[in-house]
């Protein structure tokens, strides 16, 4: 009859309404975790970026510390041969001392030369010569006069004695000091070559390890540009996947809001059938279930 088909109907729309309701729940439960594990994942993007900045931080001090290395180290290749050039100049100045000396001494021993020929051309004439009076004065004046000057070029040849002493004196020292300049240039020329192999060699080797350094941390950066690239790229596409699923989300609610007004409104329907069906007499046990249902979905 009319009654049991209403009921019926009643009881489908019920029991569809409370799958529906169900249904609805577990689809929102889905968006949710849907939801969280896109806030998580942006979360988990973001300590990424931050941790390549600091890595590209780091990656830029490094290199700034190479360069000023490198400048350092250039500056003292720098210092090393100036200094290399300085000594060079002194030795030249040291020979050309030594040459001046050398010509001032055979130029007093030439003169000394010359003075002690003059003196023996003049005693051998005054042994030739013999005669009067006369010309025995005249003798004994050139005699005295030849004393005289005897006496001067011996003054003379002992002060040029002197000078060739200092000279010879000098021209030692010098000789002594110059042997002694080359034994210490020679020494510290030395040392200082294994010093600038050594820094050289170090130099060297250190800079092969950071140019090896330099290169892997520059494939390093390549390769965390490349990340951070494709992380912000999914970065965006995740923001862009949550803006379009938030909306998806804000029409579904939407969507359920309506199907709760129409469900809310049935059930009053249904409420209102059932109250009927209880005054006329219907199966209590059915009734009871529709509702259970009907509150359940109430409280829906």
């Known amino acids: 009859n009319i009654c049991d088909v209403s009921e019926d109907l009643v009881f489908t729309a019920v029991q569809d309404a409370y799958e529906e309701v169900e249904e609805q729940r577990a689809v929102a439960a889905q968006w949710k975790r849907k939801l969280q594990k896109l806030t998580n994942d942006m979360a988990d993007l973001r300590s990424l970026l931050d941790e390549q900045t600091c890595r590209n931080n780091l ?16 500056e003292e290749l720098k210092r090393e041969r100036a200094a290399k050039d300085r000594l060079a100049r002194d030795r030249d100045q040291a020979q050309a001392e030594k040459y001046a000396l050398e010509q001032t001494l055979s130029e007093a021993r ?48 002992d002060d040029l004695a002197g000078q060739i002493q200092l000279l010879e004196s000098s021209k030692l020292r010098l000789e002594m000091l110059l042997e002694q300049q080359r ?31 330099l290169e892997s941390e520059h494939a390093e950066r390549s390769l965390l540009l490349r990340e951070r690239h ?40 249904a409420q209102t059938m059932l109250e009927q069906k209880e ?4 199966g209590k046990a059915q009734i009871r279930q529709l509702k259970n249902q009907v509150e359940d979905l109430e409280l829906a």
């Open 110 to 157: 030439l003169e000394l030369e010359l003075k002690e020929e003059r003196l023996a051309a003049a005693t051998r004439e005054l042994e030739e010569r013999g005669g009067g009076g006369d010309e025995l004065t005249a003798l004994r004046r050139a005699k005295t006069e030849l004393e005289r000057r005897l006496r001067d070029q011996e003054e003379e040849l």
């Open 279 to 282: 005054k006329e007499g219907g």
């Open 230 to 269: 494709e992380l912000e790229r999914r970065l965006a596409s995740l923001e862009e996947t949550a803006r379009a699923e938030t909306h998806e989300q804000a029409q579904l609610v939407q969507r359920l809001k309506r199907d709760l007004k129409r469900y809310r409104a049935l059930l009053r329907d």
């Open 59 to 74: 990656l830029e001090k490094r290199q700034r510390k190479f360069d000023a290395e490198l400048a350092g180290a250039q």
């Open 183 to 213: 034994k210490e240039a020679r020494l510290e020329a030395a040392a200082r070559d294994d010093e600038m192999e050594e820094t050289r060699a170090n130099q060297a080797k250190k800079l092969k390890m950071l140019e090896s350094q």
